[in-house]
């Protein structure tokens, strides 16, 4: 039955992270990007939401797709670089929780209970073509075990990620190995000043023939782990955009020139008219496709095309946001431009938990 | 809780709409070159099978919900390019519902009603009407004299609800009046002669010395009546869903032929241009098909949102802009030959981003409410 009702627990988890973004992450998210990093309290506090806590939960909860997603649209309407910062979290815990084996998931998901915040990323797409080694990460078998071979580019958050989810190339197919940060022969390389996002000191993973035992392949496809990461690329898009969107809406009205606001000019009003039409077509493509993963085994069209979508507009939104604050869009006391480097980064990745 | 699952009716329902658009698609271009003829009640291909709109009403319990269906079955009837059964859309109906005295609804609930609103000056502003019916305050009658034109169903509908500036001693303003088939004064145009939706009966209407009963007259405000816009907004957008549909499908087909096929892993730089520029059209399409969900969930729950409807109608009008404009880009020049059906869905698209409001109207609608500002602080 076709419904676009959130549940109650969705409005309330809803309701808690949208007072965060507007509380702390906000007002936190211009000196995070200058300094190239979080402060650790924000981080902490980010964490005490609880989300990947109950994403580690074996205990299946309601839509979790819907939820996640809708919480990190909120998050990302205060700072889209912190809620990528908590999708590696969440997209490493759904992922073992939900696919991993008993053993997995007592090894890798008790350290999401505790308090302090734990990082972790689904590192899923190899190095680009023109940049890095430019190889595909494979994974082989070698004694009782696997040997993985490739690189991962610009990994949010690596240097503190304890464990991460590395999808490799093998003779059946894409599969997921669970690989602890500190392997020998798994190299993090240094952070990498990036255009946008900046705070998550994304940087490349070279894994030179990283070992691991058989029982760190997560059992299953990719599929859903896949699907997930461009759901909740998609929330992130949406609260960018919105963020955008609504910082705009009153400046138009207040910015006086020619004698009137700019906004009472058609060819800013239409603007603002297409901002709200395609931020509200992310957040709704995005949770149909969520929905649709949590009630099907996969949902590969529809999340990849709500990512499509959101990336192609989101973009599109924050250009726009930059050119109608017109001088003030370029300098670093607004966020505009700020908004428009993480839209731009943003929206050339294939999915959250990785690129 | 957020579900894009279709129940096992709206299943039934719909599997039988894809049925009939497919029989249809066969008599899609019979009107090209025949445009005075009306589009008949029914093709042959119908018999036989279940009527759609029936279904809906019989199993609507079990459904999404009659406005959601409704919506999902215009936009499988412009799949096949034209229904299988004649299934109208008339505005002046919902116009007359909304606006109507339960008795003059009553009256005419059951006749094709066309809406009468576009003169030659202005279509977009109803406030530059300047058809008019004065009050004969001898006979109690209203007589309208004027001329409206683009009129969808001017032929082949039962009445049509006309908007017209009212001349009477204490009243003024503008207001509707039902003016049925057959009423003295009242005379059809020729059929408009159009780039594309050959099959959709436009005509003008004039109105000279025409005079109908007081009763006639819908003194609903018309604030009412332009609301009843907010119902058929999205309606239009699932048209444009459908053409647009069709459009892709056959595209794809056609790239299949050479080895192309959407492929939803892979980025732009792993992918031939051709899939690539499609993919972007097929996201945008899921995304208007939301909007336009949306829309009409919100209209089942709440009544029509204020701009949720325009939010629709300006996504569907540009989607099928986009989507037709692109398919001949990919497709190359075969795309213009009447072999092929693309050339007349670039044609019928084109009418989306116009009729009930043009897009440009539509942004109007949302700037203004999201802004906070008046039609006289912004127009
Ligand atoms: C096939 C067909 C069927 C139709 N069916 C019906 C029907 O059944 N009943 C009926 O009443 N009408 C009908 N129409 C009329 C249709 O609704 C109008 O054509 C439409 O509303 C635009 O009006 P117009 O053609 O006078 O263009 P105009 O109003 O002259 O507009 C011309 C251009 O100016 C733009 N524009 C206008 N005002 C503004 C503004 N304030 N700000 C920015 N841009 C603006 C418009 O967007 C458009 O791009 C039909 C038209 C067609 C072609």
Redesign the interface.
Known sequence: ???????EE?TLVQAAAKQFAADEARPAARAADEAGEFPEMLLRRAWDLGLAKSAADAEPM??PS?LNAVALGEIAHGDAALAVALAGALGFARAVASQGTEAQRERHLAAFQSDAPVFAAVATRDA??FCGQGRATRAGRAGNGWRIEGAKALVPLAARCDRLLVTAETEEGVRGFIVEAKSPRLRIEPARGTLGMRALQMADIVLDGVEVTDDELLPGAMRRV?DASRIALTAVLGGLARAVYEYT?PY??ERVVHGEPI??K?AV??K???M??AA???R??G??A???LD?NPEA???????Q??AA??ALKIADEGVQLFGGYGFIREYPLEMWYRNARSLSVL?GLAGV | ???????RA?RAILKEAKAQADLASRHAREFEHDEDRMLPHAFPEAEGRPDTRAMLAHLEPET??AK?LTALLYLEDWRGGVPLREARYSLGNTALRIAGAPEQYERWRNRTIAIGLTESVGGSDPASTRTTATWDAAAGEWVIEGEKIFITYAESCDAVLVLARLVHPERRGLSAFMVEKGTPGLSVGRQFRKMGIRFEDTAPLAFSACRVPAFNHIDGDLKSMLRSFSESRPVVAAYALGVTRAALDFTWGRLAEIGIAPD??Q?P?ETTAAADRL??L???W???W??V??AK??EQNEGPGKIDSS?AK??GGGLARRVTQTCIDVLGVCGLSDAYPIEKAFRDARIFDIYEGTG?V???I???E????SPK??N
């Open positions: 039955m076709i419904s676009f009702a959130l549940t969705q309601d839509q819907v680009g073509w896949i809406l138009v009205k906004g009472r058609q009003a239409f603002l008219a297409d709200h039409i509200n077509a992310i709704w493509t949770l149909r969520a929905a649709e009630s590969a069209r529809t999340a990849r095309l709500a499509r979508y192609e507009q294939d | 809780m957020v579900s894009f699952a279709l129940t709206d999404s919900g959601i939803y892993d980025g730089t993919m972007s097929e996201a945008e899921e995304a208007t939301t909007v969900l949306q969930w919100i939010m300006a996504m440009e539509q942004r109007l949302i700037a203004r999201i802004l906070g500002y602080e912004l």
